[in-house]
C-alpha cells in the first residue's frame, strides 16, 4: 500500500470518543487475539486519552491514528499508538513515533520509551526500525521495554 501523508495535532476538545471507538477497533482486537484480553483496559484508556498529551494523524479530514504520550523525570513515554486499521500498513504509525521523536528532542528530554508485549511482534519490530532498543520488563516479564536515547539538544 501506498503511504499515507497525515498531518500531526493535538487532540482537541470532541476527539476523545472517536479515539475510543478507534482503539474498540484496534486494540481490543489485539489483546483477544494475542490470548490476553486483559491486557485492554477501557477505563484505563480513557483516564489516558483525559491526562495524557495526545497526538493525532489526520488525513483527509479522518482520524489515521493517535498516539498518547507522558513525560516521566525527563523521558517522554509512549503510552499508547492506535492506528485507524482502514489506514494500516500506511505508515501512519512510523509518522507518529517520528512526532514522538521531535517533541521529545525539541524538548530536551533523554530518551523516548514504550512497554510492549513481548508477543507483540509488529509493535516490537515498529519501535526497532526507529532505532528502539529492547529489554525485558524485570517485574513484568511478559512486557519489553523499548527505549531511544535522544542525542543532546
Do not use: T
Not at 476538545?13 to 482503539?23: N, T
Not at 498529551?53 to 479530514?61: M, N, R, S, T, Y
Not at 519501535?127 to 536515547?149: C, N
Amino acid at each position: 500500500m501506498e503511504r499515507l501523508q497525515c498531518e500531526i495535532r493535538l487532540m482537541r476538545p470532541g476527539d476523545e470518543s472517536v479515539l475510543y471507538l478507534l482503539a474498540e477497533q484496534n486494540l481490543r482486537p489485539l489483546a483477544s487475539q494475542s490470548g490476553h484480553p486483559e491486557r485492554y483496559h477501557p477505563d484505563e484508556l480513557l483516564h489516558l486519552l483525559r491526562d495524557a498529551e495526545v497526538f493525532i494523524a489526520e488525513a483527509d479530514d479522518e482520524v489515521a491514528g493517535y498516539v498518547a504520550v507522558e513525560d516521566d523525570a525527563g523521558d517522554l513515554v509512549v503510552r499508547c499508538l492506535c492506528v485507524n486499521p482502514a489506514h494500516e500498513a500506511r505508515a501512519v504509525a512510523h509518522q507518529l513515533l517520528d512526532w514522538v521523536e521531535g517533541v521529545a528532542f525539541n524538548r530536551g528530554a533523554r530518551r523516548v520509551e514504550a512497554f510492549v508485549p513481548a508477543d507483540d511482534a509488529a509493535s516490537r519490530h515498529l519501535f526497532q526500525h526507529h532505532d528502539f532498543s529492547g529489554v525485558p520488563e524485570s517485574d513484568r516479564p511478559e512486557l519489553i521495554i523499548m527505549e531511544k536515547r535522544l542525542p543532546e539538544p
